[in-house]
């Protein structure tokens, strides 16, 4: 398994960034894949799920209505569209395959990519 996040970088509140994660080594249409992340000096933060084939999303309040999970089965690729970034959005984010249990650390997971939300 194979997950390579990008897309990542500094923004300023309000600002838009999309993030996108390359899977490979796995069949990516089979599996629900999620984006997690990880702020300084805390613990992992489960964001958003999709499921295989209906591609259900889920997301958590903290991020409802501002940010946007999509995969392109046929790019075996993950993308997390965020928009109205604020400053507690900070962090290191990472794709994950599998569900929102994966802020147990027992997902495969990429390196992350750093978003960074700040004036």
């Known amino acids: 398994v194979q997950l390579v996040e990008s897309g990542g970088g500094l923004v300023q509140p309000g600002g838009s960034l999309r993030l996108s994660c390359a899977a490979s080594?796995?069949?990516?249409?089979?599996?629900?894949m999620s984006w997690v992340r990880q702020a300084p000096g805390k613990g992992l933060e489960w964001v958003s799920t999709i499921t295989n084939g209906n591609s259900i999303t889920y997301y958590s309040d903290s991020v409802k209505g501002r940010f946007t999970i999509s995969r392109d089965n046929a790019k075996n690729t993950l993308y997390l569209q965020m928009n109205s970034l604020k400053t507690e959005d900070t962090a290191v984010y990472f794709c994950a395959k599998g569900g929102a249990d994966c802020i147990g650390g027992a997902c495969a997971r990429g390196q992350g990519t750093q978003v960074t939300v700040s004036s």
């Open positions: 080594g796995f069949t990516f249409g089979l599996y629900i």
